[in-house]
């Protein structure tokens, strides 16, 4: 069955929140799983914001490379605003569970632990996290399949095509700039983050980055 792009939720029924799980869920034993993530920008550079963390059957996706971010995607990538994203995926079929990490943004070097459980069908996993000082640059997971003893997966950044890179401070909240919700619209795909170019305000000295972003694991 192919998975429900997050992007039509507006037109979601009432009828179509009664849709069922997976079968035979019920009768598949929860489980509780540690989600480890490790901020692996350097000193000083990106802080990753509270991550969105959600837990979906295969029915669900919330975001992919090549795809156009939706509004809840756009908002955490552009403003760390998981508020959107909580509204919109709770109670929206194929996701068990959706909340903010707890424990505020994680700075450089540091690593946040977090709890989630699945079940039945329930075993994907998906993560979103902003790189703070940037226009629209996040990390995360994208529908990971937890199973076995888990996995541990280094993530590289992602720009969610929302907003133009151009690193003017008048474009990008906390900490570096302050500004937040005040867009430079793009309309392009999610795709890899070229890193902090220098093209405007921003130091790449000081806020760039090489290599992977994030070390996530997820263990039980």
């Known amino acids: 069955m192919p998975r429900i792009a997050l992007s039509a939720l507006v037109f979601l029924t009432a009828a179509a929140l009664l849709i069922p799980s997976a079968s035979g869920s019920s009768k598949r034993k929860a489980r509780t799983w540690q989600v480890t993530i490790t901020n692996l920008t350097p000193a000083g550079s990106q802080p990753l914001s509270p991550p969105l963390l959600v ?3 295969n029915r669900a996706d919330v975001w992919s490379p090549g795809t156009i971010a939706t509004h809840p995607v756009a908002a955490i990538a552009e403003d760390a605003n998981n508020a959107p994203a909580e509204s919109a995926l709770t109670g929206y079929p194929g996701v068990l569970s ?3 990490g707890a424990g505020g943004p994680i700075p450089p070097g540091e690593t946040h632990t977090f709890t989630v459980r699945t079940r039945g069908g329930f075993d994907r ?6 790189l703070v000082n940037t226009n629209d640059g996040f990390t995360g997971l994208d529908s990971l399949h937890v199973h076995g003893r888990g996995s541990t997966r280094s993530t590289n950044a ?8 151009n690193e003017q401070r008048a474009y990008i909240p906390r900490p570096c700039c302050g500004n937040h919700f005040v867009r430079d619209p793009e309309g392009a795909l999610i795709r890899m983050h070229e890193g902090i170019t220098g093209r405007g305000e921003l130091d790449p000295t000081v806020y760039g980055w090489t290599g992977p972003v994030a070390r996530i694991q997820v263990s039980r």
């Open 55 to 57: 837990v979906h059957s």
């Open 98 to 100: 959706v909340e903010t």
């Open 125 to 130: 996993l998906t993560v979103l996290t902003m």
């Open 158 to 165: 992602y720009d969610a095509g929302s907003e133009r890179n």
